[in-house]
């Protein structure tokens, strides 16, 4: 009889991030924010704007789910003049568990190349592998159509 054993990941001791705001994450072209109708919802909420407004601009449907539509320079649009978001207390699932994704924390190395663009990455509060791996399960692949108003 053989024990399998496990190889532990390479961030097993642990990682430091704390996020500075910065909005970094949050510019650029090249991504989705996946989010739920719920989570849509306290957003418009946050706005003070009608959930049939807000998702008619700010909501789009694809193949796998709602996402938020991009600005012009695909940033995203909930960003104020200053690149810092509007609604930070209710930001989507996704935006609360970064960096903790599956694909950022595949290797040391796509870890670091990160970081070098994350000034939070690396710095501050070091979370435990358990913590990380709770964050990871919290992290959406998809989301609900935009409802019928």
Same mark, same amino acid.
């Given at each position: 009889m053989s024990c399998a054993r496990t190889k532990a990941p390479w961030y097993d001791g642990g990682l430091s991030f704390s996020c500075l705001g910065c909005g970094d994450c949050c510019r650029g072209p090249g991504g989705y924010?996946?989010?739920s109708e719920d989570e849509a919802k306290a957003i418009a909420r946050a706005l003070e704007q009608e959930f049939a407004a807000f998702a008619s601009r700010t909501l789009r449907n694809t193949l796998v789910g709602l996402a938020?539509? @991009? @600005?012009a320079r695909g940033n995203c649009p909930l960003l @104020?003049?200053?690149? &810092?978001?509007?609604?930070?207390p209710? &930001?989507?699932?996704q935006c609360r568990t970064w960096p903790w994704w599956k694909e950022n924390l595949a290797s040391r190395r796509r870890w670091e190349d990160l970081a070098s663009r994350c000034p939070g990455m690396n710095r501050g509060v070091v979370h435990s592998i358990s913590a990380i791996e709770k964050a990871m399960a919290g992290k959406p692949s998809g989301a609900v159509p935009i409802p019928d108003s």
């Open positions: 924010v996946w989010l938020l539509i @991009d @600005d @104020d003049s200053n690149g &810092r978001c509007r609604v930070y209710v &930001r989507p699932r």
